[in-house]
């Protein structure tokens, strides 16, 4: 089973950039998608629905913002939204069920933008804290997958130093990521890849951040250890971020 997760930014953007050439290519049996952007009317006809996949819409209340979407090749059910079925306005996390696997689609968010941002982004990674320790403990397997809006160390982001003080690296957020996954969810990425400098998955539009790779690493796969047991591998793909998004897909596969 071929799992993807991405941030498309913008789904109909995504689609006239080659999204689907890019899917064709890497093959998954499921994507997450997040910031898709898009109520599923205001798609192209041949998205509705897109031949060959079963989907799951979360969009946000707000027309042209945040959502996330859930698609399989086979059918998927739908299990709930919002943190542990909390009102969910954004659209920002959908819960489905692929086979025996759950999957969590997340989209966390960011808070750049504003004071206000920040501190509503504080409280609704405190608030995921306790269900994600749920989620964890079952036996069930459990993929957490989506933007994070956060990079866990300073091996996640280029210009770490100066962006000491930027929302995403705060540390506060750091502590949050690292206690998650010290709590027994499996960041993969970071264990595939090791002691190093990325896998990057989001570059800025500015310079030549995309091109030279020098980029943060945001977007996470994070199993529980029933799921773990399943990994056969992982792969962070920067080819689709050239062309469709600021965000490369993360794909993971299970037994």
Not at 68 to 83: E, N, Q, S
Not at 149 to 156: G, Q
Not at 175 to 180: I, P, R, V
Not at 198 to 226: F, H
């Amino acid at each position: 089973m071929r799992i993807l997760t991405w941030n498309v930014n913008g789904l109909r953007a995504a689609i006239r950039k080659g999204y689907e050439s890019h899917i064709e290519r890497l093959a998954p049996d499921a994507c997450l998608l997040q910031e898709i952007r898009v109520l599923p009317e205001q798609l192209p006809d041949a998205w509705n629905p897109p031949e060959g996949w079963n989907v799951h819409w979360h969009p946000a209340q707000r027309k042209g913002y945040s959502g996330t979407a859930t698609l399989a090749r086979v059918p998927l059910k739908r299990l709930g939204t919002g943190i542990d079925g909390a009102d969910d306005p954004e659209g920002r996390v959908l819960v489905t069920r692929l086979g025996g696997v759950v999957l969590v689609n997340i989209y966390l968010p960011a808070g750049a933008s504003s004071p206000e941002a920040q501190e509503r982004k504080n409280q609704w990674i405190e608030q995921f804290k306790p269900w994600a320790a749920t989620l964890r403990k079952k036996r069930t397997p459990v993929l957490l997958a989506g933007d994070f809006n956060i990079a866990r160390s300073e091996r996640d982001i280029y210009h770490w130093k100066s962006n000491r003080k930027t929302s995403g690296f705060l540390p506060h957020e750091r502590d949050w990521m690292n206690q998650l996954v010290d709590s027994g969810w499996s960041d993969v990425v970071r264990e595939e890849a090791g002691d190093v400098d990325g896998p990057y998955t989001w570059w800025s539009n500015r310079g030549q951040a995309r091109i030279l790779d020098r980029g943060w690493r945001i977007d996470y796969v994070l199993l529980n250890p029933a799921a773990k047991k399943r990994l056969r591998s992982v792969h962070v793909d920067r080819e689709a971020a050239l062309e469709v998004s600021d965000h490369g897909p993360v794909l993971v596969e299970l037994e």
